[in-house]
């Protein structure tokens, strides 16, 4: 008798009904939009999943719901983009063609992932520079049309199995669907073995990101219960097993499903005839096929879970009555299923542990057999079938040449991360010299196309590693044209990345060995090099001017018009950068035409360049409305092109946070980063804009220190990481008054960006200013040696800065307003602690804490100091630090003497920080003395005026009448004076009762 499959589901009724209900989900998504509409299926291998699925697609198709599967399949390192949603197009294109046609004809990019557009066809080399280059974008828009579309006639249950084998470009068009919403009912559900997801798997953090979007939901299937295992076996033995029998299932099965059935269909079940490995019980099925049937299945393992029937005719090499009668007995005993053309294995792990058993040799020549049948033709398939199959046959030169294929298939599907790893297995095995010449492949413009991949993808660190590994490995009779080359990319990929090497000495000796005459190449080594130079060396504009015209000519005479467009958005964002005023605006116009030549030519990278430099020099400006506006369509173009980690994509996205965090607009910084949050993306582009979604959780109170800290190991690669996220780091510390973390954290930080950057760059003030504010809301709980340590700190913080705008100012950078705001909140900050401590304020670093100056003075310039930053930040418009200054200057004013100003500020601050959500940026006036009249008295004695108030919260402190006398600007006798009123009207008999008075009366 056949081994067989319970038809019924067993133990799964709850998980079924979680299952259905996103169904229900779905419709009132599309109605309200707010709903969950997807779910993550997960379980270990055998535990059930795709019983479940069967399960609810049998409920789904009985409620009119229409079902369209796609499945994952294990390419190993040859990885097919978008393979599940090609199976789903072809199923459509079959029932549907005439809905297909129809969202093919206004989503062109459709057609690119049609079954029969993918697979190989003998002798057809039309894939060029164009096709690789397509847009990712449009093919993730085109399948939520085509869903769209599909769900007109019927609600649409998209099912998506072993998401664990799915590629990058995969995972990217789920995420894209998770995240944006559907007009009609789309429901999806994704599967994937939970225990293949080993720590580096890369799904296991995509699982984390999607898992955070509100539209998704998960689901985990555990083992089977022992009342369900024992049903389950009864369904598949009806004559009944012995008790002992059953109980061994139960024990071996460990309630996975798939196990329970092999183990029944094994015939036997008694001690000793269960076999304990795993692969053998796998295998015991095979044992009661013919030979033709293992011979079937053995040939099928080699290509994955699944085989046409052509492949698998081709490769098996028997007669074709013998070929059917194997399939037939191997479908009919459960080993294989039938869909369509193709057949599969009834469960992956039957066919991984027949492939396990095959020995060395017999693999490699049945990869052999398989690279025959699709390099003749005989067969039909994907280069990147191609590539795996002649891998493992030990046919290299055939695996580079179809692992080319594969990546620039790739890359026409906008898949640059899959492009990426095909074309850098296929320089792998290129190390060989020989293998080389031999296959006539120009090395240099392979691994120039892998790098343009990787960058592509957003993964530069990565491509600059590739490019500067096979500089290094140039011999020394190279030519000129390939150092060439390979130097243009490397020192594009360093100015895109942190680095102690100089892209402008890389980039001048690049162009040294371009070709005289007109050759691309030196059009490009030309642009490249005016590009960098323009960037690092801004006192050199003029040359790098001069070089951007003669490389635009050179462009125009070889009729390279994505080239041409590019330069002209070069040239056009030095010249803005450069000017001011209405010369600036109208070079801004110029930059404008040159973002529209851009678009009628198709030149992407001119494109989002331009637009990124047009908000780049709004933002200098302080013009947060127009750099907004400019920044957001760059990032819209990345989205379209589904390139949102690229350059000028990522960094647009990046940009608009900090706009977004500075105006106060913080829930549109938390949906810009959670935009991308169902999307996998390299760490780097991640972390740039992972800084201003914390800074908002932080200010609201939430504890974001652990994901602060995972930041850091990305500060060497990326200095804006560093700067940023230490900057939120050191702010978190000051929030809840912590001064010496946020001085570790400086230092941090400045040693790191002082070998990036150089000692002297400007966001080094923002830094030393934050760091002095976090002092100056530690003082009030410091002890009088801990403030004289701390004075010398905030001494050693201000000469950083100044030391930096001195160096700004004598290298004729450019400082705009934000930098201003910053210097003068350095000043004012320093001012504050200083005045806290009790110390002379503008007292340079050494200065005793004791200073008998003038107090009146040192007032003054205390009042002039928050004057002129208070100024500077309401000029800038910083929402944020406005509420940090009015909050701090409250404080002042309420300390000396002036409690109607400080009653203003305080009451804006607060306004501000409950706009924001954020209490804890004005804590410290919620602690603060009592002002009002109503506060002054107390059940055990007379009214305490407002100056005995100031001077009672500071006797709480622990504060010393000469402290307080200097931070009142009075006198320690007249300090005395009022001590002893304070102590006559509360009837305390010392300070220290005074304070438990005090606070006992919520007088503090």
Request: hydrophobic share 45%; aromatic share 4%; proline share 3%.
């Amino acid at each position: 008798m056949a081994a067989h499959s319970s038809l019924t589901m067993v133990g799964r009724d709850t998980e079924l009904a979680e299952a259905i209900a996103v169904l229900d989900d779905a419709v009132s998504a599309a109605e309200t939009g707010s709903s969950r509409r997807a779910v993550l299926l997960s379980g270990d291998a055998g535990v059930g999943k795709t019983r479940l699925l069967r399960a609810l697609r049998d409920h789904a198709l009985g409620t009119g719901w229409q079902v369209l599967a796609g499945h994952c399949l294990d390419f190993g390192d040859s990885a097919l983009p978008y393979l599940p949603f090609s199976e789903v197009l072809g199923r459509l294109d079959a029932s549907h063609p005439e809905l297909v046609e129809a969202v093919a004809a206004v989503h062109p990019a459709l057609r690119r992932l049609q079954p029969g557009r993918r697979t190989r066809v003998v002798g057809d080399d039309s894939s060029d520079e164009h096709s690789r280059g397509a847009d990712r974008g449009d093919t993730l828009v085109a399948v939520h049309a085509l869903l769209e579309a599909a769900a007109t006639e019927a609600p649409v249950l998209l099912v998506v199995e072993d998401l664990h084998w799915a590629d990058q470009s995969t995972r990217d068009m789920l995420g894209f669907l998770f995240t944006r919403a559907f007009e009609r009912p789309v429901a999806i559900v994704a599967s994937y073995r939970s225990d293949d997801l080993h720590r580096r798997h890369p799904l296991r953090r995509q699982v984390a990101e999607w898992s955070r979007l509100p539209q998704v939901g998960r689901l985990g299937l555990g083992p089977l219960r022992e009342e369900a295992v024992r049903a389950l076996v009864g369904e598949l033995a009806p004559a009944g097993l012995d008790e002992r029998s059953v109980a061994r299932i139960v024990e071996r099965a460990e309630g996975n499903a798939f196990f329970v059935e092999e183990l029944v269909a094994s015939g036997s079940c008694a001690d000793g005839d269960v076999p304990g490995d795993l692969a053998d019980l796998l295998l015991v099925r095979l044992d009661r096929l013919s030979e033709e049937a293992r011979h079937v299945v053995r040939v099928a393992s080699v290509a994955g879970r699944r085989v046409t029937h052509d492949l698998l005719a081709a490769t098996a090499d028997v007669p074709v009555d013998r070929l059917d009668a194997g399939i037939r007995q191997a479908v009919e005993m459960n080993v294989l299923e039938v869909g369509g053309h193709l057949y599969s294995f009834r469960h992956a792990l039957l066919g991984e542990a027949i492939y396990d058993d095959l020995l060395p040799g017999e693999r490699v020549r049945l990869h052999a057999r398989y690279v025959a049948a699709l390099s003749s033709g005989e067969a039909r398939g994907t280069s990147a079938e191609l590539a795996r199959h002649a891998r493992r046959a030990n046919d290299l030169d055939r695996a580079v040449t179809a692992g080319i294929e594969a990546g620039d298939e790739a890359m026409a599907v906008g898949g640059p991360d899959e492009a990426a790893d095909h074309y850098q297995q296929a320089l792998e095995l290129l190390e060989d010299r020989e293998r080389v010449a031999r296959l006539g492949i120009d090395h240099a413009k392979l691994v120039v196309r892998a790098a343009n991949a990787l960058i592509t993808g957003g993964n530069a660190v990565r491509a600059g590693q590739l490019v500067a590994a096979r500089l290094a490995q140039l011999p020394p009779d190279a030519s000129d044209v390939d150092r060439c080359r390979l130097m243009v990319s490397h020192a594009e990929v360093l100015a895109m990345t942190e680095t102690e090497l100089d892209p402008v000495e890389i980039s001048a000796r690049a162009l040294a060995l371009a070709p005289e005459g007109d050759s691309p190449l030196r059009a490009k080594a030309l642009a490249a090099h005016a590009r960098i130079l323009g960037s690092y060396r801004r006192e050199r504009q003029e040359e790098a001017e001069t070089l951007l015209t003669e490389a635009l000519a050179l462009a125009e005479r070889l009729a390279l018009p994505e080239l041409a467009s590019d330069i002209v958005t070069t040239l056009s964002g030095l010249r803005v950068q450069a000017a001011a005023g209405t010369e600036q605006d109208a070079l801004r116009r110029a930059l404008e035409s040159a973002v529209d030549s851009a678009v009628r030519a198709g030149a992407f990278q001119a494109e989002i360049r331009g637009r990124w430099l047009l908000g780049r020099s709004y933002q200098d400006s302080g013009d947060w409305e127009q750099a907004a506006r400019w920044f957001r369509s760059a990032m819209a173009l990345g989205e379209q092109a589904g390139l949102v980690w690229a350059p000028f994509s990522i960094e647009a996205r990046w940009q608009l946070t900090r706009i977004s965090y500075l105006l106060g607009d913080w829930d549109d910084v938390v949906a810009l980063v959670e935009g991308v949050d169902g999307l996998s993306g390299p760490p780097v582009p991640r972390g740039v804009i992972e800084p201003a979604r914390l800074a908002v959780l932080a200010a609201r109170g939430e504890d974001v220190l652990d994901r602060l800290r995972a930041l850091r190991g990305l500060w060497e690669d990326e200095g804006g990481i560093a700067v940023y996220s230490a900057g939120v780091e050191i702010e978190f510390h000051g929030d809840r008054g912590r001064a010496s973390p946020a001085i570790a954290v400086y230092d941090d930080v400045v040693e790191v960006l002082g070998r990036i950057w150089g000692e002297f760059f400007g966001g080094r003030i923002r830094l030393a200013a934050s760091t002095l504010a976090a002092i100056a809301r530690a003082m009030g709980r410091a002890s009088a040696a801990e403030r004289q340590a701390l004075v010398a700190h905030a001494d050693r913080l201000l000469g950083d800065g100044e030391t930096v705008l001195a160096a700004i100012r004598e290298r004729g950078g450019s400082w705009g307003p934000e930098g201003r705001m910053w210097s003068a909140r350095l000043v004012a900050e320093h001012h504050r602690v200083r005045w806290l401590a009790g110390a002379g304020a503008g007292a340079g670093a050494g200065a005793a804490v004791v200073d008998d100056g003038d107090g009146t003075d040192r007032r003054e310039e205390l009042l002039a100091a928050w004057q002129t930053a208070l100024d500077s930040t309401v000029k800038v418009g910083d929402i944020p630090q406005l509420v940090r200054v009015r909050a701090a200057y409250s404080q002042i004013l309420r300390l000396i003497g002036d409690p109607a100003r400080a009653r203003d500020e305080a009451d804006q601050a607060r306004a501000l920080a409950e706009s924001l959500r954020a209490p804890l940026l004005v804590a410290d006036l919620d602690h603060a003395p009592a002002r009002t009249a109503s506060a002054t008295g107390h059940s055990g004695g007379a009214a305490l005026t407002a100056r005995e108030l100031e001077i009672l919260a500071l006797v709480a402190e622990g504060r010393s009448n000469g402290e307080i006398g200097k931070q009142l600007f009075i006198s320690t006798k007249t300090v005395s004076v009022h001590v002893s009123n304070i102590l006559g009207k509360l009837g305390a008999a010392g300070r220290t009762e005074a304070a438990a008075i005090a606070r006992r009366d919520a007088l503090l």
